[in-house]
């Protein structure tokens, strides 16, 4: 009977991972876009592939930064509360 | 978003109590952890903005960007405790 769970639950994990990614890729492109391809031109040229490579890099360094500055503030946050921290180590 | 197959929602309706509850845990902490990476997302969106502002030539932060970054989160979370504040003190001001 819990094959229904664990399926569901497996499509739940699945689908938060890709609408994360999405969105990861949605910003990167975004930022990217604005600052390595000022003019677009007939093609990427290689400096602007280069500029793309180092931005995404530097948006998911800025990303893992972030996300771990934010963690402590909501683990602290939530251990005023007195609340569960099991949430936050899964992420 | 994928629909779930007729075999999955057959099988959901005769889950047991113990086994819905832990499903609805489950879906809780889910939820919560996706909004947790909602502020993550946007929180790098406003810092990078801010931070990384000039020609980006090497994949990693630099010795300015990465304490920027850093700050930026930390003065985020300032602001926002001096408006929850400043509402607390509203309320109990009527």
């Known amino acids: ?91 | 978003m994928d629909s779930i197959s007729p075999e999955v929602a057959e099988g959901l309706k005769n889950l047991s109590p113990r086994d819905k509850q832990e499903l609805n845990t489950f879906v809780t902490q889910e939820n919560q952890k996706a909004q947790i990476q909602a502020t993550i997302h946007s929180l790098t969106d406003l810092c990078f903005r801010k931070c990384i502002t000039s020609k980006i030539s090497a994949g990693q932060l630099d010795r300015s960007e990465q304490p920027c970054v850093q700050n930026c989160v930390d003065r985020y979370m300032d602001a926002n405790m001096v408006v929850i504040r400043h509402l607390e003190q509203m309320r109990t001001m009527q």
């Open chain 1, 1 to 91: 009977m819990s094959d229904a769970k664990s399926a569901i639950m497996d499509q739940i994990r699945q689908q938060a991972a890709l609408s994360n990614a999405r969105a990861l890729i949605e910003k990167v492109n975004e930022h990217c876009f604005e600052r390595c391809v000022p003019k677009p031109g007939s093609s990427l040229s290689s400096s602007e592939t280069t500029c793309y490579t180092h931005c995404m890099e530097k948006y998911m360094a800025a990303w893992n930064t972030v996300s771990r500055t934010y963690l402590q503030h909501a683990q602290q946050g939530v251990a005023a509360a007195g609340g569960a921290q099991g949430v936050m180590g899964s992420i």
